[in-house]
Every structure is written in structure tokens, then in C-alpha cells.
């Protein structure tokens, strides 16, 4: 159904286009789109959701859209070139932001609770997690709050005195707490949900 979505988006978009310029333009909104999905899945390893096919594969299909119809479209010619050299230069300016440590695999989550624990400064972290929460506790936030408390366990284990796991681990659970003891078990099945599977894949 998204492939087929697609379809209908490049052939508004882009094949419908009377000229180079909205071609190009259309070319480009799809493509920095389909592109900024891709970045975010290849950092977090992961695709960006169930209901939608990987990002990488949507650019090719839109790459072979393009291909198909220069025949008939001499717009697409320089539509695809276009593409090609925005491929070609995000490639590789990514891979530049990864090597200098401005792309990095650590989520948003991991980094705010790590500075929330480092300056000690819980109540952040106690203002902040509701509201996220209060969007209808999304899956990855859940699912981000399982991997991490995971990993802070399995920090512990390693090291009983590394006292900033210790401190993470705290405030991950008093979420967790939080959840379990609301009135509406809804919260907690779904943490509880993602933890297991996270221990489950650290164990294996």
C-alpha cells in the first residue's frame, strides 16, 4: 500500500510536470524526504516504522520511476541527474558526520538521560517524560526506555560501581514504577512488553 502510495505521490509530483524546473522539484521534495527517513533509519537501525517499507528501498523505486520515463519525458533525464548527484553527495557527506561524531548512534533519549545524570539534575528528566508520554506513549519511546534500561543493567553487572549506570538506572525506573502503578495497566504491558524482548535479545 506505501509502494503504491508512492507511486501516486512521484506520478503528481513528478510526472505530471510541464517542464525541468518542477520536475526537479517535485524530484527533490520526494527525494530529501525519502532521504532524511533513511539517515534516521540507518542511525538507529531500525526501519522508522512497521506500516512503511524500508526508505532506501522507496529511493530506488523513485530512482526507477525517473529511469522509466525518460523516454517518454525529457525532463526526467534532468530530474535523474539531479537525484543522482544529491545521492552521491549526501552519501558522502554523511558518512563525513558520522566519522567527526556529529551523526551519532545514541538516541535523543540516551542523551538527554545521560546529561539529566550527570548534572544531577533529575527534575528534568521527572518534567520531561510525561509529556512525551502524554502523546499516547509511543512505541519507540517505550522501546528506547526497555533497550536502555537493559543496558544499565547489564552496565551494573559488569561493574558494580559504576555509579552513573546506577543513576540512570533509577530514573528509567521510576518510569517503569510510575507505569505499574498507574490506574490503567496500558503503560506498563507495553514497557514491560519491550523490556522482555530487549533482555531476550541481549541474552541470545
Same mark, same amino acid.
Given at each position: 500500500?506505501? @509502494? ?7 506520478? $503528481?509530483?513528478? !510526472?505530471?510536470?510541464? !517542464? ?23 542511525? *538507529?537501525?531500525?526501519?522508522? *516504522? ?32 539531479? /537525484? ?9 557527506? @554523511? ?10 548512534? #545514541? *538516541?535523543?533519549?540516551?542523551?538527554? &538521560? ?5 548534572? !544531577?539534575?533529575? #527534575? ?16 519507540? &519511546? ?10 544499565? $543493567?547489564?552496565?551494573? $553487572?559488569?561493574?558494580? %560501581?559504576?555509579?552513573?549506570?546506577? #543513576? %540512570?538506572?533509577? &530514573?528509567?525506573?521510576?518510569? /517503569? ?28
Amino acid at each position: 500500500m506505501e @509502494f503504491a502510495a508512492d507511486g501516486f505521490a512521484f506520478r $503528481e509530483l513528478i !510526472g505530471s510536470a510541464d !517542464g525541468d524546473d518542477v520536475a526537479i522539484s517535485g524530484t527533490l521534495g520526494a527525494w530529501l524526504i525519502l532521504t532524511l527517513a533513511a539517515w534516521i533509519e540507518d542511525l *538507529s537501525q531500525e526501519t522508522a *516504522s512497521r506500516s512503511h517499507p524500508p526508505a532506501r528501498e522507496r529511493l530506488e523505486r523513485l530512482r526507477a520511476y525517473l529511469r522509466s520515463r525518460e523516454q517518454e519525458q525529457p525532463s526526467m533525464t534532468r530530474a535523474l541527474e539531479v /537525484f543522482d548527484a544529491m545521492a552521491s553527495m549526501q552519501k558522502r557527506l @554523511f558518512e563525513e558526520a558520522k566519522s567527526a561524531g556529529v551523526l551519532t548512534m #545514541e *538516541s535523543p533519549l540516551s542523551r538527554f &538521560l545521560s546529561m539529566c545524570a550527570q548534572t !544531577g539534575r533529575h #527534575e528534568m528528566f521527572y518534567d520531561q517524560l510525561p509529556r512525551w508520554l502524554l502523546f499516547g506513549a509511543p512505541s519507540r &519511546l517505550c522501546r528506547e526506555l526497555a533497550r536502555l534500561r537493559v543496558c544499565m $543493567e547489564r552496565r551494573i $553487572e559488569s561493574d558494580q %560501581q559504576d555509579g552513573r549506570a546506577k #543513576e %540512570q538506572l533509577g &530514573l528509567i525506573n521510576w518510569v /517503569f514504577d510510575a507505569a505499574l502503578a498507574a490506574p490503567s495497566n496500558f503503560l506498563s504491558r507495553k514497557l514491560q512488553a519491550f523490556y522482555a524482548r530487549a533482555r531476550a535479545a541481549t541474552d541470545s
